[in-house]
């Protein structure tokens, strides 16, 4: 999601002039405007606060790489030759006020972990992120909106760089945060500068445990079916110990036995923001009258075993509070209508 303000008489210059010209754009004196001038660099980034040294390196590379000037990288914006370009956090933001430029502390307070600000006003430029990967999210979508940059695949044939010897914009006001909590396409600088937040290697990111098909993960039955074989589904008649068999969700043990190893994973790890839960690869679901009394009425196969898994999903984020849940105790009522937890991420 993408808040942008762009006031009149401020428009985009060429593309990066930090909002000193006025009137018309393209009348405005590039000299007097513009940071990057025939390849002479008329601005210093300044990166500042923790997180805030790559996502500068970055656009100091992506200047150079543009219009051919050496941007120098600082981290007292009060030392900076020539007009700031600001790149960090909060801390980013109190040094921007600091030269007059509005904060919008406000909104940026209520923006989500991975938000971003991007100002432009009286010759300064903040790029500030709640994260390291927030700014780079603010730094990456500058280079895309207002200098053109493309990333359309991973490596150098899908990235579009336009040189030009002048680059400048006008006043800007963007506040951005994604609409989704969970993005993986890809991997790596590539898929970051896209918006994802799994996979991307930098801090801030959506670090998740597992994938897919993790019921053998948390209740592997080398480890509980000699003393459970209940816990595992009933296919023909028998309990079913295959390291691919599904288990039998409508026990309450069960949710119970798979929060344990939840809880004891998360506090081994304290910044997963996700744990897997997600059935095994195959059709031989539980076949006990608990289980099928749970699924839905008059559905076709797969479409009738998605309530009896959300109704185990609950069961299981209701017993670990620390992730949000928030009921006490697992229950399985074979009622219509689920509604999914909180704490549930449903991924698609």
Known sequence: MYTRRS????????????????GNSRGADA??????????????????????????????????????????????????????????????????EALGVEGNRERWKGLSREGYFIRCSGGTLLLAGKTELATFYAVDRFLEEY?????????????IVAQRRTLGVGEIEEFGEPGFRWRWV??????????????????GAFKTRWFVHTFSRLLPPEEFYGDHPEYYALVNGRRDRRGNAQRC?????????????????????????????????????CGCPACRALDEPGASFHNRLSRRLLLFDNAVSGLTPQLGARYPNPTFEPTPAVEQLPSALVRL
């Open 7 to 22: 006031l009149p008489f401020f428009c985009i210059l060429a593309v990066l002039s930090l909002g000193t010209a006025r």
């Open 31 to 96: 000299d007097d405007a513009a940071p990057v001038t025939g390849a002479i660099a008329q601005c210093e980034v300044a990166a500042i606060g923790p997180g805030a040294r790559k996502p500068a390196e970055e656009l100091a590379e992506y200047l150079h790489r543009i219009s051919g000037a050496v941007v120098p990288i600082c981290t007292d914006p009060a030392a900076c030759r020539g007009r700031p370009i600001l790149v960090g956090g909060e801390e980013a933001i109190v040094a921007a």
């Open 147 to 159: 200098l053109g940059v493309r990333w359309f695949m991973p490596g150098d044939l899908g990235e």
């Open 186 to 203: 890809g991997r790596g600088e590539w898929a970051r500068r896209l918006g994802m937040n799994v996979a991307v290697d930098c801090k």
């Open 249 to 285: 969700t409508s026990n309450p043990q069960v949710a119970r036995a798979v929060a344990g190893r939840i809880l004891e994973i998360k506090k081994a790890e304290p910044d997963l923001r996700m744990i897997s839960l997600d059935p095994m690869d195959t059709g031989a679901f």
